[in-house]
């Protein structure tokens, strides 16, 4: 009983996480904006996904900015569709590296 | 109009000393019982891409010759190392050259041999190589390699297609014995114009490519007659348009004939069919450039790649293993058939949106993601050779993190590459 109260809960666990509303994807490269305390970054998203939102980390090394995606969830083709998401710095991004969500160092499109 | 007249007199100035030039360089040296082409320049065979590996003191002698013609260029002409023999040829122009190739014989089996195009003229010429496309020679384009024929001292110019202006060119500047050429269909992929990100022709499978509906990867390399295609999804072509990869225009897809997708329905019949052909469209190649016999292998950016050797002998059964190669989840393998001949809704493009006629997998770990539609299904055999067994369609699964576990696994849909066949022009293109 108790064995099949604790499958219960790790199948409970693992459906939730697989549910859970958005995630991080990759940032595939970033361009600067106006000035230097505005990027611009692309992501590649499916054709029925959405961006959820962005979060923007900084430190003196480097800016993060964690790009979340709402999946649109069930099945259906993996066609991909850039998005472009406009970030704003709490000050200039001078040297400093651009990761996103996953970690990846993202590229300065030229 | 000044600067273009200049510009003319130069190039023919320049053509006219390097004809000289190269076509007092003399004759000799070539084997008489090589094919030739009309203009009497020798067509030289495939290269020996694994040589075998020299022994130690016949490398040392081909080094030590080989610094001997740098220091006197004009006394030697380029040495060859006899792969079969493993002895050291010496070629000499003069007597000072045969002197000096006495350092060389006592080292490793050697013969000093008389001949008439010295080291430095030969590597005039394939320096001059690399201009001919600037100076407008015909076809020059087709030139993509210039090395040493130590064999022959001579230079082989190897191209990617045989054009008889071409050759006569070839043959009235450089003569027909200091040059032969080489024929090779399919260039080697070099340069940053190179990989999954970035593929240029000829094209391969595995890498990225625009459509009109978004971003896709390219399946496989397709062929029929003379004309190169490259086969993906059917729904990332699904109005027809114009693929192109990140560096490159590859050629249009025609509505209705060479796709069978619509965006509210999914698999559509090809015009005159009544069989459902999952999801696939044929992009016809545009002039001048050609699809190639590989698909990329490995992770997402990878530049390493497998030749496409055989269609899968028959269609996918349960239980069969596969890999897909999605650009932007490079190779993912583990694979298991669970289903075939099925259609599938595809809930996530519409309401009712369905795929017929596709192969079910699934496996855990990584799912396929956005980008991957189109790619190729395949298995590698025991050689490394690329066994096709289909195009990427859809998938499922997997939660948000697209990672599949073992109560949510990911599930890929596929086309069977032998359904597609059946109907389009031509086949895959093997190499």
């Known amino acids: 009983m108790r064995f099949a109260g604790l499958v219960m809960a790790v199948a409970l666990v693992t459906v939730m ?94 | 109009m000044f600067k273009y007249r200049l510009a003319s007199l130069a190039v023919a100035t320049t053509v006219s000393v390097v004809a000289s030039l190269f076509l007092s360089s003399g004759t000799g040296n070539a084997a008489g019982d090589e094919p030739r082409h009309a203009s009497g320049i020798a067509l030289v065979g495939p290269a020996e891409l694994h040589p075998a590996r020299p022994a130690q003191a016949a490398a040392q002698a081909f080094s030590m010759a080989r610094e001997l013609a740098l220091k006197h260029p004009d006394s030697f002409g380029y040495p060859w190392l006899d792969p079969k023999t493993g002895a050291v040829a010496v070629p000499v122009t ?38 001919l496309q600037d100076l407008g020679l015909p076809d020059s384009d087709a030139i993509f390699m210039a090395e040493p024929d130590g064999e022959h001292n001579r230079v082989t110019i190897t191209v990617d297609r045989l054009s008889d202006p071409l050759m006569a060119a070839l043959a009235k500047r450089y003569g027909t014995e200091a040059i032969g050429v080489r024929v090779q269909a399919e260039r080697p992929k070099v340069g940053t114009n190179f990989g999954r990100d970035a593929d240029n022709w000829p094209f391969w499978g595995g890498a990225q490519i625009s459509t009109p509906v978004g971003t896709c990867t390219n399946g496989f390399p397709w062929v029929s007659g003379s004309t190169s295609y490259m086969i993906t999804a059917g729904h990332c072509n699904r109005d027809g348009g114009s693929d192109y990869t990140p560096v490159a225009y590859i050629g249009d897809v025609t509505a209705n004939s060479r796709e069978n997708w619509s965006a509210s329905t999914g698999t559509t019949f090809f015009p005159g069919e009544s069989t459902y052909r999952g999801d696939v469209s044929l992009a016809q190649v545009t002039s001048g450039k050609t699809s190639g016999s590989s698909i990329y292998r490995g992770p997402a950016g990878s530049t390493s790649s497998g030749t496409v050797k055989e269609m899968w002998s028959r269609s996918p059964a349960s239980g069969d293993q596969y890999c897909t190669g999605g650009y932007r989840t490079g190779e993912l393998c583990g694979w298991s058939v669970y289903s075939i001949n099925a259609n599938i809704k595809y809930d996530k493009d519409g309401p009712n949106v369905w795929a017929r006629n596709m192969t079910a997998g699934s496996k855990q770990g990584q799912c396929n993601i956005p980008g991957d539609s189109g790619g190729p299904v395949y298995t590698v055999r025991g050689d490394g050779g690329i066994a096709a067994k289909g195009i990427h369609s859809g998938s499922g699964g997997g939660g948000s993190d697209n990672w599949g576990g073992l109560f949510d696994p990911c599930y890929e849909y596929f086309t069977d590459i032998r359904v597609a066949w059946f109907y389009f022009p031509g086949g895959l293109r093997l190499g």
Request: aromatic share 2%; with cysteine.
């Open chain 1, 17 to 110: 996480a697989g549910c859970s509303s958005d995630a991080a994807v990759r940032v595939d490269n970033y361009r600067m904006g106006a000035d230097d305390r505005h990027l611009t970054v692309s992501v590649l998203i499916g054709e029925r996904d959405s961006v959820a939102g962005v979060r923007t980390t900084e430190d003196a090394a480097k800016v993060t900015v964690d790009v979340r995606v709402k999946r649109a969830g069930g099945t259906g083709t993996d066609v991909g569709v850039v998005r472009d998401v406009d970030v704003t710095l709490a000050d200039p991004l001078a040297g400093r590296v651009v990761v996103d969500g996953t970690g990846h160092e993202v590229p300065k499109k030229p």
């Open chain 2, 94 to 131: 003069d007597s000072s050259g045969a002197g000096l190739a006495r350092e060389v014989t006592g080292i490793a089996p050697s013969a000093v041999r008389t001949v008439d195009r010295s080291y430095a003229q030969l590597e005039r010429i394939k320096e001059d190589v690399t201009t």
